[in-house]
C-alpha cells in the first residue's frame, strides 16, 4: 500500500521555525520526486515546494525562497520541509505528494498523497 505521512505541523510564533517531515512507503521512493502543497481556508492547495528523485532539481514558490529548504533521505525513505522566518500568511494544512519529476516543474501529475498537517502561525 502506497503511503506517505506527514509530521511536524505545530502553532509557531511569527519569525520561528519548523520541521515538516514527509515519510513514504509502500512504493519504491528512490524513483519519485516529492512535493510540498498548502491550502489555507478559504484558498486553493497551492505548491510550496518539490525535489526530484535524485536531488538535482528543486523548486519554491517566489514566497517561500530564502526561508524554506527542501531535503530528502532516501535511505529513510522520508523528505523534509525547513520553514524558518515563519509568517501568519504561511498557516495552512501541509501535505506532501509523490509523482514523476515532472511536479517539480509544473505537472500536477500527483500519484500519491499524505493525509496533510496543520501548521499555524500566530502573530
Known amino acids: 500500500e502506497v503511503q506517505l505521512v506527514e509530521s511536524g505541523g505545530g502553532l509557531v510564533q511569527a519569525g520561528g521555525s519548523l520541521r515538516l517531515s514527509c515519510a513514504a512507503s509502500?512504493?519504491?521512493?528512490?524513483?519519485?520526486?516529492i512535493a510540498w502543497l498548502r491550502q489555507a481556508p478559504g484558498k486553493e492547495r497551492e505548491g510550496v515546494s518539490c525535489i526530484s528523485n535524485s536531488d538535482e532539481l528543486t523548486y519554491y514558490e517566489d514566497s517561500v525562497k530564502g526561508r524554506f529548504t527542501i531535503s530528502r533521505n532516501n535511505a529513510k525513505n522520508t523528505v523534509y520541509l525547513q520553514m524558518n522566518s515563519l509568517k501568519p500568511e504561511d498557516t495552512a494544512v501541509y501535505y506532501c505528494?509523490?509523482?514523476?519529476?515532472?511536479?517539480?516543474?509544473?505537472?500536477?501529475?500527483?500519484?500519491?498523497w499524505g493525509q496533510g498537517t496543520q501548521v499555524t502561525v500566530s502573530s
Open positions: 505528494a509523490a509523482g514523476p519529476r515532472e511536479i517539480c516543474i509544473g505537472s500536477k501529475l500527483y500519484e500519491a
Open positions: 509502500g512504493f519504491t521512493y528512490d524513483d519519485y520526486a
